[in-house]
């Protein structure tokens, strides 16, 4: 009897980040337990033929919201539609955000999350955990959470200003503790300030569509802020990962941080890797809205292509969807007035296929960049390898069987994801999941899904992860400022009055 226990993958080529080869891959117990040839396996393992085809490591999405309430309404797609619909494009691991409210408890969100999650992903998931206000008890809070609960990053906003935005010297002190605890500290950064003063303009002018999302943040206001924070994470020495880096301006600062020495990762998204911005001038106010998202896309239509250049050759690390679904009813709620639109998009399902279209197809990486920017550089930051983003002995049986010469064309009549419309509508993708493997059980075939809610595990991560905090601890030892020893100055002092 032919049992899914024991999976023998054969013929393929193995991709990982650092060289590919032609292995085959067995995996028993949802381990991998040997790469290579003529393995000898037990009688009844059950053969996938790979032929012509790569396996690379399950997708790594480092940044989703399902089910989030947000702006007044819930995302639509929650644990399970949103991880069917990852595993279908080839990712087996989420990386989902908590957001806790302004002055309630980082754990009780944390709790809260779990039980929402655990017994509906689809496959495996960890949480980043959001920073939204500061003092003594949050300080407490993110140390339980990462001594007992496995969280390493915590996302700080520089946006939604008097919802979830951190001030300067919150953030100095946020920032402090995540590296006093060996976490990564993650920046949502906009000039909060100053999207309330432009939002305000852009409605005194009668703007009141998608198009006055984007023109009241200019690309401007997300580069400054990211500076900021990049200014802000080396005062305190600690690591940094900006989100959803949307704009040339901003990524540009992050790769002149990265040349400059600063322990600093830069995180694309699908959405700002295969689409733009324009779509907000869009005569269809469903369809322009159905684009919004902070930061926003921008409009000038070499964005991608160039976010896709600096993702290639490292200046950016790491891609994520920031998947935040809202269906156009949801969206609705901003028909008058740009800034009640729900932000988020779709990305989930379709990350893999649009950075191979955008980034393999178009010869700008090669298959092992491809891995690291969708798996193990993940997995590297947050701590989760090689358990995760690696095909080798010891590993996660997280894989995915990836036909390079297949192609599909990106529609909401097909996807799996609960959103009624989907941003990369009509794209053409070369390269296409054919087989999802999650913790060694075939979930996705030739288009079937096999997936189970709850089958999935959450995935605890330690602190101090060495592809991050190596640098960080060493200039720690090193880097301390020290005095001048010099004589005591003996001369003459001015006598300043006393105030009265
Ligand atoms: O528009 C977005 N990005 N929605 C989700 C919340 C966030 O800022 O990541
Ligand atoms: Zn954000
Ligand atoms: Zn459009
Ligand atoms: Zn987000």
């Known amino acids: 009897m032919t049992t899914q226990s024991r999976i023998l993958i054969k013929g393929g080529k193995v991709v990982n980040e650092d060289f590919s080869e032609m292995a085959d891959v067995f995996i028993e117990d949802g381990v991998i337990s040997a790469v290579g040839s003529d393995l000898q396996v037990a009688a009844g393992t059950w053969v996938i033929d790979a032929t012509d085809r790569l396996v690379l490591p399950g997708g790594i999405d480092t940044h989703t ?64 955990m959001a920073v939204t206000w500061w003092d003594d008890t949050v300080k407490k809070e993110m140390e339980t959470l990462v001594h007992e609960k496995g969280v390493n990053s915590f996302k700080m906003f520089m946006a939604y200003k008097d919802v979830f935005m951190l001030r300067d010297h919150e953030l100095f002190a946020v920032f402090a503790q995540c590296k006093e605890t060996g976490a990564i500290a993650q920046v949502h950064a906009e000039n909060g300030d100053l999207i309330a003063e432009g939002a305000k303009r852009m409605l005194s002018l009668g703007i009141t569509g998608p198009e006055g999302h984007e023109m009241c943040r200019p ?61 907000y001038w869009h005569k269809d106010w469903a369809h322009a809205a159905s684009f919004v998202m902070g930061p926003p896309l921008r409009p000038d239509p070499s964005t991608p292509g160039y976010l896709m250049d600096l993702l290639a050759n490292d200046d950016l690390s790491v891609t994520g969807t920031d998947n935040c679904t809202f269906s156009v009813c949801q969206k609705a709620l901003g028909k008058d007035d740009f800034t009640k639109i729900p932000n988020g998009v779709n990305g989930v399902e379709d990350r893999m296929s649009v950075i191979w279209e955008k980034g393999v197809h178009s010869g700008k990486m090669d298959e092992n960049r491809f891995v690291a920017v969708t798996s193990t550089n993940a997995a590297k930051i947050f701590n989760l390898y090689p358990r995760k983003g690696r095909i080798a002995k010891g590993s996660d049986a997280d894989l995915v069987i990836w036909d390079p010469k297949a192609t599909r064309v990106i529609s909401a009549k097909t996807h799996h994801q609960a959103v009624d419309y989907n941003i990369f509508e009509g794209m053409l993708c070369h390269g296409l999941p054919v087989v999802t493997i999650s913790r060694g059980k075939v979930v996705y075939e030739n ?13 605890p991560r330690k602190p101090f992860a060495e592809f991050v905090y190596n640098r960080i601890n060493q200039r720690e030892k090193v880097g301390k400022p020290s005095a001048v020893c010099r004589e005591p100055y003996t001369g003459e002092i001015i006598s300043v009055a006393p105030k009265r």
């Not at 957001?99 to 999350?113: D, H, N, T, V």
């Not at 288009?447 to 089958?455: I, K, R, S, V, Y």
Request: some cysteine.
């Open 65 to 128: 919201h399902m089910e989030l309430s947000f702006m007044g309404t819930t995302a639509v797609d929650d644990f399970h539609t949103g991880t069917k619909a990852a595993v279908a494009g080839g990712t087996t691991m989420i990386l989902d955000f908590v957001i806790p409210q302004k002055g309630c408890s980082l754990l009780e969100a944390y709790e809260r999350w779990r039980t929402r999650a655990d017994p509906k992903v689809c496959c495996d998931y960890s949480l980043h």
């Open 219 to 279: 690309e401007e206001v997300e580069a400054e802020a990211t500076q900021r924070a990049i200014t802000i994470a080396h005062a305190a020495n600690c690591p940094l990962y900006v989100v959803h880096v949307m704009s040339k301006s901003a990524a540009k600062v992050v790769a002149n941080a990265r040349r400059n020495g600063r322990v600093v990762f830069g995180e694309p998204i699908a959405a700002g890797l295969g689409t733009d911005g324009t779509h």
């Open 447 to 459: 288009g079937q899904l096999f997936t189970n809610p709850g089958a999935g595990q959450y995935i």
